[in-house]
């Protein structure tokens, strides 16, 4: 605990008929008993919460999203920079490769309380624009299309009563009213087409903004289980506005967000451990009482935070310190992107396991919606 000296001021009308050096010895006696008033007032629960109160919760963040597969914003700066939409989906999904639909596929989307089935192209066609900005290079909608396409058929949100939510629980459908010419058209060049992992279809997660690396879908959903395609990439061309991210809370507010975690009066936040990203996936929040256990998707959602990448510093004043990090993982000065590397797109499917039956039905699929 930091506690700034107290400096005691000497009347400045002085006090006639008291020796100069009497005065000296009043002065010492005075100041000792003003810094033990102080160290009695900060060890008192009152003192405690001035302490407390004068402090600001400095957070430094990455991102926009889960994390998982393919960045929505890397996709774009991927386009911008001449990449096709296959090599795209190839850098996002590790050691995927394309192939085809079942012929005349349908789609069982949940729109409120009813379940409509829809032809699986329709379907896509009513999604691309709700997810992404339609006036995007045609190879980010392009892969866009592929991507939606790939969720809706592996997906199984409801079991055998639905595939799709129509909302963020799955990815956004809005019908005939989200198609454009150019997402129709980026449907139509890709038409058929998804996302296979030795031979199966893979599951496609995507997010707005990886802050400049995607993360493992084991250290991003509890209970995931790791898949060879979703893995942690470095993403060198995400530069969207939640590339990077800060924000500031004093305790107090902290405190609030996080009721229930929080033993007596907020003190801060330890990180544990950190995916490759590196999102947080344990921590504790520290109390005065004691401390608790909690997760980086807790954090994220109780603080309303836009990621779980994210760093956390102690502002008292014109002092600032790092929280305690057991992670390993240093801050970067403020999260920055690797050096890009052409993507390239590999020669057949790759070898491992047969794609996951679907996902947790908490976890949004499309999430956050780029534009």
């Known amino acids: 605990m930091l506690i700034d000296k107290s400096t005691y001021h000497r009347d400045s009308t002085g006090s006639r008929g008291v020796p100069a050096d009497l005065f ?35 957070i430094d963040g990455a991102g926009d999203g889960h ?19 296959e090599e795209i989906l190839a850098h996002y999904y590790t050691g995927t490769a394309l192939g085809q639909a079942p012929p005349g596929a349908k789609v069982k989307v949940l729109i409120g309380s009813r379940v409509k089935t829809l032809p699986l192209e329709s379907y896509v066609r009513g999604v691309i624009s709700a997810e992404m900005p339609s006036e995007w290079p045609a190879a980010a909608l392009e892969a866009q299309a592929v991507a939606v396409r790939t969720y809706a058929l592996t997906a199984h949100a409801g079991g055998t009563k639905f595939d799709v939510y129509s909302d963020t629980r799955s990815q956004v459908y809005r019908g005939p009213a989200a198609e454009t010419a150019s997402t129709n058209a980026a449907a139509l060049a890709t038409a058929g087409q998804i996302v296979t992992y030795d031979g199966q279809p893979a599951i496609t997660y995507f997010f707005a903004s990886s802050g400049g690396h995607t993360e493992a879908v084991q250290d991003a959903f509890a209970g995931a289980a790791a898949e060879p395609w979703l893995v942690g990439v470095a993403d060198p061309y995400d530069q969207g506005p ?25 003190r801060g936040i330890e990180v544990l451990a950190r995916g490759s990203s590196p999102r947080i996936l344990s921590a504790y929040v520290l109390g005065s009482a ?61 070898g491992g396991a047969q794609g996951p039956a679907g996902a947790p039905e908490s976890t949004p699929a499309g999430g956050v919606d780029a534009g």
């Not at 000296?24 to 008192?44: D, K, M, N, P, Y």
């Not at 590339?243 to 033993?263: E, I, Q, T, Y």
């Open 24 to 58: 000296a010895v009043l002065a010492g006696v005075l100041a000792a008993a003003v810094t033990l008033c102080v160290l009695l007032l900060c060890a008192s629960p009152a003192g405690a919460a001035g302490w407390a109160s004068a402090a600001t919760l400095v």
């Open 67 to 85: 994390g998982v597969g393919m960045s929505q914003e890397g996709a774009l700066g991927y386009a911008e920079h001449g990449a096709s939409y």
């Open 242 to 266: 939640e590339h990077h991210w800060a924000l500031d809370l004093s305790f107090a507010a902290a405190g609030r967000r996080l009721n229930g975690l929080v033993k007596g009066s907020f």
């Open 290 to 350: 004691g401390r608790t256990l909690t997760s980086g998707g807790e954090l994220a959602e109780r603080l309303d935070l836009d990621d779980t990448w994210a760093y956390f510093n102690v502002k008292r004043g014109s002092s600032v310190v790092a929280e305690p990090d057991r992670s390993g993982t240093s801050a970067p000065a403020s999260p920055s992107s690797p050096t890009p590397s052409p993507p390239t797109v590999p020669a057949g499917p790759g």
